[in-house]
C-alpha cells in the first residue's frame, strides 16, 4: 500500500476509495506535512504532477522547504529547476537551503541568478544570505550583500539589520556591528543580543554587561550570551555570579558553566554544575565527559560515560571521540576493543575525520597496530593528524625506525609537517636511539621548514642526546636555546646525567632544577640517586638533610599487586 493510501486509510478512512480528497492544494498540502522520508515525499511529488499542480508556488515553495529538512538538496534543485518564473517566495525558500548546504561563493552565485531572473529579492532573502556569510567570517561578502540590501530598500528592516549585526560581530567588525545597532529605528530582543555577543566574541565585557544592562528585555539566550562571553575570557567569577541570578536557567547556561570551568581546570566545580542541573542533554554529557578527558582524569570520564548509557542516553561522535582520548591515556587495549566495536555497531559515521584519527590514535596508543594501521590504510586521504597518531603508537611500541619510515612516506604524500608532527618524530627518535636521523629532523625543522624550535623540541633534542650520552652536547644545547629551558628539557638532562654517572654536570643541572621547581622532590631523589651510584653517601645525607629542612617529601611509592 502506497504512503497516500496509508495515510487516507488512517485519518480518512472513508474517502479510502476515491482518493479525491487528496487532489485539492490544501489536500497535498497536508500530505506534505505527514512526509518525513524521502520516499514518500516522492509520492507526493508524483502526484503533484499528475494534477497539474507542479507550478503551484504555494506547493511546490512548501515541497522545497520539506526537501531541505530531509537534507535531499540535489532533489530541491531539481524541483526548483522544473518551475517557470518561480516567484521572491519560492527564491527564498531556495536559497535559504542552498546556504545552509554550500559555499559562499556558491550562494552568491545563485544570487546573482535570481537578481537576472523577474524576482526582486526582499526583506526575507538577505537574512539567510548574510547567516551564510557570517559562518564563516565572510566580510567582503556580507559588504556587498549589506549595500544591496539598502539599494532593493530593505537595508532598514529589522532582521535583516540583525543579520548584520551578527556578522560584524562574529567576523571582528565590532564598530560596523554597533554602527548598524545605532541605526536601528526598532529593535528587538534578538538585535540586542546580538550586539552583546558581537562585543563578547571581541572580548569587551564591559561594553557587552553595559548594554546587557540597558536591555529593555531579557530571554535565556541573552543571559546566556553574556555568561558565555565571562567564561571564554575566563572570568568564571562573573560568569558565576550571571548564572545565580539567571531568573530561568535552561539545559545550555549549565552546559556553559560546565564547560566554563572544565577549560579551567576546576572538574570539582564542573561536576557540582552538572549534578545540579534539572536536565542534561547529550551536550551537557558532552562538556563533562570532555572535561575529565582533557584535565588528565580518563577513569572519571569513563565512569561518567557509562552512567550516561545506563539513563538511555545515546552517545553522538563527539563524546565517542573523547571517550577513545580517554582510552589512549589508560592505554586500555580491552577497554579501546569494546570502543571500537560500539563504534562499529553505532550509526556513527567512522569516515568522518575527526572519529577515524581519534579511532587511530586510540588503537595505536593501547597496542592494537594492526587495527590502527588497517584503519590508515583504509583512508581514502590521510591528512597530518593520522600520520602523527600512527608514528606516536610505533614509538611508543619501540617501532622506531617504522615511525622514521612512515614520517618519510608522509613527506612523499606532499604533507607538509608542522611543530607537533616534529615533536612526535623526534620523540620517537629519542626513544629508538635514532641519533642521526633525530639531529637530521632538526636541522631540517628549521632550514626546510622555517619552524623555530619550541622548549619541547629542544627537550626531545637533550633527551635524544642525552640518552645516547653525548651529555656536554645537550647541555650547550639547552645553553644556546634563544627562551629559557623548561623543567622537562632539565629534567631529561638530569635523567641522562644519573643514566652515565656524570657528577658534575647533574649537581649543575639539578641546580637548576631546584630553581624551577623548589617543591618536586624527584630532582632531590634523582640527584640523591646520582650519588649513591657513585657511594658518595656524605653527598647523599646531605642533600637528604636539605630536603628535610625545606619541607620536602618523597611521595611513597605504591603497587597495585
Known amino acids: 500500500m502506497t504512503f497516500i493510501r496509508r495515510y487516507t486509510a488512517l485519518t480518512f478512512p472513508d474517502y479510502l476509495p476515491t482518493l479525491r480528497s487528496f487532489d485539492t492544494t490544501s489536500s497535498i498540502s497536508t500530505l506534505l506535512k505527514a512526509c518525513t522520508t524521502t520516499s514518500t515525499l516522492e509520492q507526493v511529488h508524483a502526484r503533484i504532477i499528475r494534477k497539474g499542480l507542479h507550478q503551484d508556488h504555494f506547493l511546490i515553495s512548501q515541497f522545497l522547504t520539506l526537501c531541505n529538512s530531509l537534507s535531499n538538496f540535489s532533489y530541491t534543485t531539481s524541483v526548483f529547476n522544473g518551475v517557470s518564473s518561480p516567484s521572491t517566495v519560492l527564491w527564498n525558500t531556495y536559497i535559504k537551503g542552498y546556504s545552509e548546504n554550500y559555499s559562499v561563493s556558491l550562494t552568491v552565485s545563485l544570487f546573482i541568478r535570481m537578481k537576472r531572473s523577474d ?67 526598532e529593535r528587538n530582543v534578538v538585535s540586542w543580543t546580538a550586539m552583546i555577543a558581537g562585543y563578547a566574541s571581541f572580548s569587551d565585557l ?48 549549565f552546559t556553559t558553566m560546565i564547560d566554563g570551568y572544565a577549560k579551567s581546570g576546576d572538574m570539582a566545580s564542573a561536576r557540582f554544575v552538572f549534578e545540579e542541573a534539572p536536565e542534561r542533554d547529550v551536550v551537557a554529557w558532552s562538556a563533562l565527559i570532555s572535561g575529565y578527558v582533557q584535565n588528565g582524569q580518563p577513569n572519571e570520564a569513563v565512569k561518567i560515560f557509562l552512567e550516561m548509557c545506563s539513563r538511555n542516553v545515546k552517545p553522538d561522535e563527539f563524546i565517542m571521540v573523547s571517550l577513545m582520548s580517554a582510552c589512549s591515556q589508560m592505554g586500555s587495549l580491552e577497554l579501546a576493543k569494546w ?42 586521504k590521510r591528512d597530518l593528524i593520522s ?33 607537533v608532527a616534529f615533536t612526535v618524530i623526534l620523540t620517537a627518535c629519542s626513544r629508538a636511539g635514532l641519533v642521526d636521523e633525530g639531529c637530521y629532523y632538526f636541522e631540517s625543522m628549521k632550514t626546510d621548514y622555517s619552524i623555530v624550535p619550541s622548549p619541547d623540541h629542544y627537550a626531545c633534542m637533550v633527551d635524544l642526546l642525552g640518552r645516547a650520552g653525548r651529555l656536554k652536547e645537550a647541555y650547550e644545547l639547552l645553553k ?44 632531590y631523589v634523582l640527584l640523591s640517586n646520582i650519588y649513591a651510584s657513585a657511594e658518595q653517601w656524605l653527598d647523599v645525607s646531605l642533600l637528604r638533610n636539605k630536603m628535610r629542612e625545606r619541607g620536602i617529601r618523597k611521595i611513597p611509592g605504591c603497587s597495585w599487586i
Open 119 to 185: 524576482a526582486v529579492p526582499d526583506k526575507f532573502t538577505y537574512p539567510s544570505l548574510i547567516k551564510a556569510c557570517s559562518k564563516v567570517c565572510g566580510v567582503k561578502e556580507g559588504v556587498a550583500f549589506h549595500g544591496s540590501a539598502v539599494r532593493c530598500g530593505v537595508g532598514g528592516d529589522v532582521f535583516v539589520m540583525t543579520s548584520l549585526i551578527d556578522l560584524y560581530g562574529k567576523c571582528g567588525e565590532i564598530l560596523c556591528a554597533r554602527k548598524v545597532f545605532d541605526e536601528m529605528g
Open 206 to 253: 564591559v561594553e557587552a554587561r553595559k548594554l546587557f544592562d540597558e536591555m529593555p528585555e531579557k530571554n535565556a539566550v541573552s543571559w546566556n550570551a553574556i555568561i558565555s562571553g565571562y567564561v571564554k575570557c575566563g572570568d568564571l567569577r562573573s560568569a558565576r555570579k550571571m548564572f545565580d541570578e539567571m531568573p530561568h536557567r535552561n539545559v545550555v547556561s
Open 339 to 380: 570502543v571500537d566495536d560500539y563504534v562499529r555497531k553505532s550509526s556513527i559515521d567512522v569516515h568522518r575525520a575527526h572519529v577515524i584519527a581519534a579511532l587511530i590514535d586510540m588503537n595505536a596508543k593501547c597496542g592494537s597496530m594492526d587495527r590502527a594501521t588497517k584503519l590508515f590504510e583504509e583512508m581514502p
Open 387 to 419: 600520520y602523527c597518531s600512527m608514528m606516536q603508537g610505533l614509538s611508543i611500541h619501540g617501532c622506531g625506525p617504522q615511525a622514521v619510515s612512515l614520517f618519510s612516506r608522509m613527506l612523499n604524500e606532499g604533507l607538509t609537517p608542522d611543530d
Open 480 to 523: 644556546s636555546m634563544p627562551v629559557e629551558p623548561h623543567a622537562g628539557a632539565w629534567g631529561a638532562l638530569l635523567g641522562a646525567c644519573k643514566l652515565h654517572c656524570d657528577i658534575e654536570l647533574g649537581e649543575v643541572v639539578a641546580d637548576q632544577l631546584f630553581e624551577l621547581e623548589p617543591q618536586n622532590a624527584g630532582n
